[in-house]
């Protein structure tokens, strides 16, 4: 009975495991079941909690990008840009197809015919979410478009879900132009780029149109990780992800292997920082504190277009000129030695740590590039640069710091090993040892008719000292302030042709009660016209006349150019240049001898556009009818023939030596123990004014002038100026007459007027001075 039961239970075996595995798998089948009942129960759950939550589209539907303030010369050169975001808004028609096909075939491949959702990518990232994990998966364009603009970065199940809802949402209201328009306008691409057009500008310094295969490939590697794919930071990072796209795109066709092979081997030349079209930092700051005051906040994100009164040509001749020539005086002054001195490391990678530290203490400076000395001899100097290969100056390049490249030379002055030194190249690609010069400079060209600016440059280096010279600068005018004396003297009835007497004048009212005896530069020549002593700058003749007409009403007079009457002294100094001007202040006011008479207040805005173009703001057109004159046009017609002879023949003969022209008109001036060098005048309708000195105010050299300091900046600007414009010639007005060799007031002709001032007159002199009027001095 026992063995009969045991094998019974031994023969039923098979069946019962048999029940009891099929018992299982309706249970795990149950389960399974129920498991994704529960999965779509909470997916269901959690989009049915995300629909009221889903954002309004009017983000994309009504799409404003922040778009930063961009400030344009006249003829539409990019002088200047402010706004966190760089960015231009491009529409999809005028975004050029090598470029959509290079983004998409890396991106999205499939974007015009998916409806927005890649479901593999979806379910391996809603699989992950589920596990535990969260991998991004294959985000299509409009995926990406809908992070972007409404979702944060968080990786999680919901704002995965929420994304995917978004997407169809956005497919349903936009076609896939207007999405792909939308991506590609809005997307980061590093160094605060946003948009391709933007980056192609940042990187390239291209517009969209002009991109190569290569260029727009590089570009489109970028979404994918912008910091690891900038080809200014990771260039070979970038050129890796560029090869990629372009396989990507000969896999699919778009391109042929004659296409890719000329792509994977074009050079590119990537732009490390922004750049402009025209060197005017400190016009673009003018502006940007004009449109704070106008816009506030909006300034930056409204994509306000400013058109400005400048010239691109004449802005960066000014702008080349002021810097060439500030870099001759410090060339004419010796080499000060390095610029600081670091100890380099015996290991390579912590030697070229401390190089880097180092070199991001002296930030370029255009051309002037600085650079940590590895290498020194009396006939060679190796320098490491903050970019680019090792630098090897030789033979001339060695010239300007020769002392400093001598044992005995002091340590501070000298340069050794680890030295940080300032190296330029010049056209062939020699390198030589520069420096950043001390001295500053300052330059301003209006239109001598309706005051527009033409050109400003407002010091040597805006990033160095963002300072404005031209508009902040208050310094001595020395002799350049002489002629508006001139000019009130003419009204007291002297003329060009008045006889002066250029001799040594002992004055009261000296320091510590001593009497007081201006001088001149060049000695004295006794008897001679006005007409003379305003070409050769004679100072005591000037006081002589100031002393005539006093002070007091010269200063008056003064204001009728623009001059602050307060910040010039009431005494006999004023007419050497003794009170404070601006470089600006002396534009307008040698304007008024350029124009006829007429005072002219500066301009520098023309218009302001939207985003799209529309105006917001435009200058009204200037009318000559509207002017007023300030002074009596016979007096500004007089002055200018004596401006002319200043640069035909006396202390500016530079100007007409360097231009070739006979219409130019201007006048030098250096302050005491050359402080300050000057130099304004005007040629057709353009009036100019330059200056040099230093910020802290010191001798500029015991040799240098306005002649040689100021004069040249203002004529190398003149040369591009005035290219192509004939001379100009002035008419005289009526009410002046030519009598006797010289131009003077109908009312002042025979007895009237001042014929001489202590001038004692002798039969011989008399005899003279006939001579003078026949055959001139």
């Known amino acids: 009975m026992n063995f009969f039961s045991t094998a019974v239970k031994f023969l039923a075996l098979p069946f019962a495991q048999a029940n009891y595995r099929n018992d299982l798998r309706r249970t795990l089948l149950a389960l399974s079941a129920i498991g994704v009942l529960t999965v779509f129960v909470l997916l269901g759950g959690t989009l049915l909690s995300i629909l009221p939550r889903l954002p309004s589209l009017d983000l994309v539907t009504d799409y404003r990008p922040k778009i930063p303030l961009r400030i344009y010369t006249a003829d539409g050169a990019l002088l200047g840009e402010f706004g966190e975001e760089r960015r231009d808004f491009t529409p999809i028609q005028e975004i050029p197809p090598v470029l959509k096909d290079a983004l998409l075939a890396i991106e999205d491949a499939r974007f015009y015919e998916h409806g927005g959702v890649d479901y593999r990518g979806v379910a391996r990232a809603v699989a992950a979410g589920l596990t535990g994990g969260m991998r991004q998966g294959a985000s299509t364009i409009t995926m990406q478009v809908a992070r972007n603009f409404f979702l944060t970065p968080e990786k999680t199940l919901r704002r995965k879900l929420t994304e995917v809802m978004l997407s169809y949402r956005i497919e349903s209201a936009l076609n896939k132009d207007q999405i792909l328009e939308l991506y590609m306008n809005q997307i980061y691409l590093g160094q605060r780029s946003y948009g391709f057009s933007s980056a192609a500008r940042t990187y390239f310094r291209k517009r969209l149109p002009e991109l190569t295969l290569a260029e727009a490939a590089m570009l489109a590697g970028i979404p994918q990780n912008p910091s690891k794919h900038n080809p200014a930071v990771n260039p070979a990072r970038a050129k890796a992800r560029q090869e990629l796209v372009l396989k990507r795109m000969l896999q699919l066709e778009t391109i042929t292997q004659a296409q890719f092979d000329e792509a994977v081997a074009q050079p590119l030349a990537v732009s490390q920082r922004m750049q402009f079209e025209a060197q005017a930092d400190h016009v673009a700051e003018l502006v940007r504190q004009e449109l704070y005051a106008r816009y506030q906040g909006a300034t930056y994100t409204q994509g306000f277009n400013v058109y400005t009164t400048l010239d691109k040509a004449e802005q960066n001749a000014a702008y080349e000129s002021l810097r060439r020539n500030v870099l001759a005086y410090?060339?004419?002054?010796?080499?000060?030695?390095?610029?600081?001195?670091?100890?380099?490391?015996?290991?390579?990678?912590?030697?070229?740590?401390?190089?880097?530290?180092?070199?991001?203490?002296?930030?370029?400076?255009?051309?002037?590039?600085?650079?940590?000395?590895?290498?020194?001899?009396?006939?060679?100097?190796?320098?490491?640069?903050?970019?680019?290969?090792?630098?090897?100056?030789?033979?001339?390049?060695?010239?300007?710091?020769?002392?400093?490249?001598?044992?005995?030379?002091?340590?501070?002055?000298?340069?050794?090993?680890?030295?940080?030194?300032?190296?330029?190249?010049?056209?062939?690609?020699?390198?030589?040892?520069?420096?950043?010069?001390?001295?500053?400079?300052?330059?301003?060209?209006?239109?001598?008719?309706?005051?527009?600016?033409?050109?400003?440059?407002?010091?040597?280096?805006?990033?160095?000292?963002?300072?404005?010279?031209?508009?902040?600068?208050?310094?001595?005018?020395?002799?350049?302030?002489?002629?508006?004396?001139?000019?009130?003297?003419?009204?007291?009835?002297?003329?060009?042709?008045?006889?002066?007497?250029?001799?040594?004048?002992?004055?009261?009212?000296?320091?510590?009660?001593?009497?007081?005896?201006?001088?001149?530069?060049?000695?004295?020549?006794?008897?001679?016209?006005?007409?003379?002593?305003?070409?050769?700058?004679?100072?005591?003749?000037?006081?002589?006349?100031?002393?005539?007409?006093?002070?007091?009403?010269?200063?008056?007079?003064?204001?009728?150019?623009?001059?602050?009457?307060?910040?010039?002294?009431?005494?006999?100094?004023?007419?050497?240049?003794?009170?404070?001007?601006?470089?600006?202040?002396?534009?307008?006011?040698?304007?008024?001898?350029?124009?006829?008479?007429?005072?002219?207040?500066?301009?520098?805005?023309?218009?302001?556009?939207?985003?799209?173009?529309?105006?917001?703001?435009?200058?009204?057109?200037?009318?000559?009818?509207?002017?007023?004159?300030?002074?009596?046009?016979?007096?500004?017609?007089?002055?200018?023939?004596?401006?002319?002879?200043?640069?035909?023949?006396?202390?500016?003969?530079?100007?007409?030596?360097?231009?070739?022209?006979?219409?130019?008109?201007?006048?030098?001036?250096?302050?005491?123990?050359?402080?300050?060098?000057?130099?304004?005048?005007?040629?057709?309708?353009?009036?100019?004014?330059?200056?040099?000195?230093?910020?802290?105010?010191?001798?500029?050299?015991?040799?240098?002038?306005?002649?040689?300091?100021?004069?040249?900046?203002?004529?190398?600007?003149?040369?591009?100026?005035?290219?192509?414009?004939?001379?100009?010639?002035?008419?005289?007005?009526?009410?002046?007459?030519?009598?006797?060799?010289?131009?003077?007031?109908?009312?002042?002709?025979?007895?009237?007027?001042?014929?001489?001032?202590?001038?004692?007159?002798?039969?011989?002199?008399?005899?003279?001075?006939?001579?003078?009027?026949?055959?001139?001095?």
């Open 330 to 777: 410090d060339q004419r002054h010796g080499y000060r030695g390095p610029e600081a001195y670091v100890e380099l490391p015996a290991d390579a990678n912590e030697r070229e740590e401390t190089i880097d530290q180092a070199l991001a203490k002296h930030p370029g400076s255009d051309k002037l590039i600085a650079a940590v000395v590895t290498e020194v001899s009396a006939k060679r100097v190796r320098a490491e640069p903050a970019f680019g290969d090792t630098l090897e100056i030789t033979g001339n390049g060695l010239r300007f710091a020769a002392r400093a490249l001598q044992p005995k030379t002091p340590l501070a002055e000298r340069i050794r090993v680890g030295s940080v030194i300032r190296v330029s190249q010049d056209a062939k690609g020699h390198w030589a040892i520069a420096q950043m010069p001390e001295v500053e400079a300052a330059f301003v060209a209006l239109d001598a008719e309706d005051g527009s600016y033409r050109a400003l440059v407002g010091g040597f280096d805006f990033n160095r000292r963002q300072f404005n010279h031209v508009t902040s600068a208050w310094r001595q005018p020395g002799s350049i302030i002489k002629p508006f004396v001139y000019s009130a003297a003419l009204e007291k009835g002297f003329s060009p042709a008045t006889l002066m007497n250029d001799a040594p004048l002992s004055l009261p009212g000296g320091a510590d009660g001593q009497p007081w005896e201006p001088r001149n530069d060049d000695g004295y020549d006794g008897t001679l016209t006005l007409r003379r002593a305003l070409a050769r700058s004679k100072n005591v003749v000037a006081v002589r006349l100031l002393q005539a007409i006093t002070p007091q009403y010269a200063r008056d007079y003064l204001t009728r150019f623009g001059f602050d009457a307060a910040k010039h002294p009431d005494n006999l100094t004023l007419t050497l240049g003794s009170g404070s001007v601006t470089p600006l202040q002396m534009a307008q006011a040698y304007a008024v001898f350029a124009n006829g008479g007429h005072q002219v207040s500066p301009r520098l805005i023309e218009k302001i556009t939207d985003a799209r173009g529309q105006v917001l703001w435009e200058a009204p057109a200037p009318s000559k009818e509207d002017r007023q004159p300030v002074i009596d046009p016979r007096n500004a017609f007089i002055i200018d023939s004596m401006l002319r002879e200043v640069v035909s023949s006396g202390t500016g003969a530079a100007a007409s030596q360097r231009l070739g022209r006979s219409d130019l008109a201007g006048k030098t001036g250096t302050t005491s123990d050359a402080v300050d060098g000057w130099f304004a005048g005007y040629a057709a309708n353009v009036v100019a004014v330059a200056w040099m000195g230093y910020d802290q105010p010191k001798s500029l050299g015991a040799r240098e002038f306005g002649a040689t300091l100021a004069l040249p900046i203002w004529a190398d600007y003149m040369r591009q100026a005035l290219a192509g414009k004939p001379a100009s010639e002035r008419t005289a007005p009526p009410g002046v007459s030519y009598v006797d060799g010289d131009w003077v007031y109908d009312e002042f002709t025979g007895d009237a007027g001042v014929k001489a001032l202590d001038v004692e007159m002798s039969p011989l002199d008399s005899i003279f001075d006939a001579i003078r009027k026949i055959f001139g001095d």
